[in-house]
């Protein structure tokens, strides 16, 4: 071979690199600009719809702080320093511009920045949910892998067996097993209260593992049972039989195919998964002492603090819809079916 041909080699090699590089950022962006796509309209009919729950509820401020014997005028009088002597679009639009910059008003009921409350009880949330999630992950991955590699045996049968038994469990139950094992009997972790990570990474986790263990179960199940699919289905494609033809390590047909190919459900069962923990943690909260999103979602609920629970269900879609890119980045990223636009 000449200087001049093995000079090209490399170039080529360079060549298709670089191609395969603008191949993945042209997919990223694709995904980017669809969930883009999706989240602006979706992101606009619902602060819409949310707004609009003012006036369908027939709540006011007035009603809240002069109470039910209040005179009209002490009524219109406390309704026009809110602004709500305004038309219902006037009102949409302060308040949608608010949203745009972060600000989702005042509270009805102590007068206090909702987006310095939400911040303080999504924090909580957040924590407990995302441990609860790298739990579920790592727990249910080990389990459904464990089920798809022996499938047909007593271990498979045993672990779908178990993931079906925690998966009908209600967190608060498995919660308050905890705290009575745990906490009570064995004292290995506070029952109640919260700690920042800012006071100590040890303290921190110590109170958020038992509600992150109780809100864990149903993710275990399903990360589990997702997998144990996925990959059994994939197992059985035609690309591993040549693989296996073509003399690959078991190990390399493993991840180089059957869990790349297998893994899609399971990456879109967690997409859900995320914003469902932080929503449904109310009762894990009252049971664990913890002043979180979900508890101050239905305080708020129950004083008819309209303003409060609008800014949450604002937090919630943008929670849910920025899961959900995530989610979708990392299955363009790694599954051969979406590299291939399927």
Same mark, same amino acid.
């Given at each position: 071979?000449?200087?001049?041909?093995?000079?090209?080699?490399?170039?080529? $090699?360079?060549?298709?690199?670089?191609a395969?590089?603008?191949?993945?950022?042209?997919?990223?962006?694709? #995904?980017?600009?669809?969930?883009?796509?999706?989240f602006?309209?979706?992101?606009?009919?619902?602060?819409?719809?949310?707004?609009?729950?003012?006036?369908l509820?027939?709540?006011?401020?007035? $009603?809240?702080?002069?109470?039910? *014997?209040a005179?009209?005028?002490?009524?219109?009088?406390?309704?026009?320093?809110?602004?709500?002597?305004?038309?219902?679009?006037a009102?949409?639009? /302060?308040?949608?511009?608010?949203?745009?910059?972060?600000?989702?008003?005042? %509270?009805?009921?102590?007068?206090? /920045?909702?987006?310095t409350?939400?911040?303080?009880?999504?924090g909580?949330?957040?924590? #407990?949910?995302?441990?609860?999630?790298?739990?579920?992950?790592?727990?249910? !991955?080990?389990?459904?892998?464990?089920?798809?590699?022996? $499938?047909?045996?007593?271990?498979?049968?045993?672990?779908?067996? !178990?993931?079906?038994?925690?998966?009908?469990?209600?967190?608060?139950?498995?919660g308050?097993?905890?705290?009575?094992?745990?906490?009570?009997?064995?004292?290995?972790?506070?029952?109640?209260?919260?700690?920042?990570a800012?006071?100590?990474?040890?303290?921190?986790?110590?109170?958020?593992?038992?509600?992150?263990?109780?809100?864990?179960?149903?993710?275990?199940?399903? #990360?589990a049972?997702?997998?144990?699919?996925?990959l059994?289905?994939?197992?059985?494609e *035609?690309?591993?039989?040549?693989a296996?033809?073509r003399?690959?390590?078991? $190990?390399r047909?493993?991840?180089?195919?059957?869990?790349? *190919?297998?893994?899609?459900?399971t990456?879109?069962?967690?997409?859900?998964?995320?914003?469902?923990?932080?929503?449904?943690?109310?009762?894990?909260?009252w049971?664990?002492?913890?002043?979180? !999103?979900?508890?101050?979602?239905? /305080?708020s609920?129950?004083?008819? /603090?309209?303003?409060?629970?609008q800014?949450?269900?604002?937090v919630?879609?943008?929670?849910v819809? %920025?899961?959900?890119?995530?989610?979708?980045?990392?299955?363009?990223?790694?599954?051969?079916? %979406?590299?291939?636009?399927?």
């Amino acid at each position: 071979m000449t200087t001049t041909a093995l000079q090209v080699v490399p170039a080529r $090699r360079r060549g298709a690199a670089a191609a395969r590089t603008r191949h993945a950022l042209g997919r990223i962006l694709g #995904v980017i600009a669809r969930s883009i796509g999706i989240f602006v309209p979706v992101f606009l009919v619902a602060t819409f719809v949310t707004f609009a729950l003012r006036s369908l509820s027939g709540l006011s401020p007035a $009603r809240i702080q002069l109470g039910e *014997n209040a005179t009209p005028e002490a009524i219109q009088r406390v309704e026009a320093q809110w602004g709500l002597d305004k038309p219902f679009l006037a009102q949409y639009w /302060d308040w949608f511009t608010g949203v745009l910059h972060g600000e989702l008003g005042v %509270s009805w009921v102590n007068g206090a /920045d909702i987006s310095t409350l939400i911040g303080l009880g999504l924090g909580v949330s957040l924590s #407990v949910a995302t441990f609860a999630l790298v739990i579920g992950v790592v727990v249910g !991955f080990a389990l459904g892998t464990l089920a798809a590699l022996r $499938r047909t045996t007593w271990i498979d049968r045993a672990i779908t067996g !178990f993931v079906t038994v925690i998966s009908v469990m209600p967190p608060f139950v498995v919660g308050i097993v905890l705290v009575a094992v745990l906490a009570v009997g064995l004292d290995v972790f506070p029952s109640a209260g919260y700690l920042p990570a800012e006071q100590g990474i040890g303290p921190w986790l110590a109170h958020i593992t038992l509600p992150a263990l109780a809100l864990s179960c149903d993710v275990i199940a399903d #990360v589990a049972r997702q997998l144990r699919t996925g990959l059994v289905a994939a197992h059985s494609e *035609n690309y591993v039989t040549g693989a296996v033809v073509r003399g690959l390590s078991p $190990r390399r047909i493993f991840f180089g195919h059957i869990l790349r *190919n297998g893994l899609g459900p399971t990456l879109a069962t967690l997409g859900l998964k995320f914003p469902a923990l932080v929503g449904a943690s109310v009762v894990t909260e009252w049971i664990f002492g913890l002043q979180g !999103f979900g508890r101050f979602a239905n /305080d708020s609920a129950q004083a008819g /603090d309209v303003p409060a629970v609008q800014g949450v269900l604002v937090v919630s879609i943008v929670l849910v819809v %920025s899961f959900n890119l995530i989610v979708n980045l990392v299955l363009a990223r790694v599954t051969p079916a %979406s590299q291939r636009g399927v």
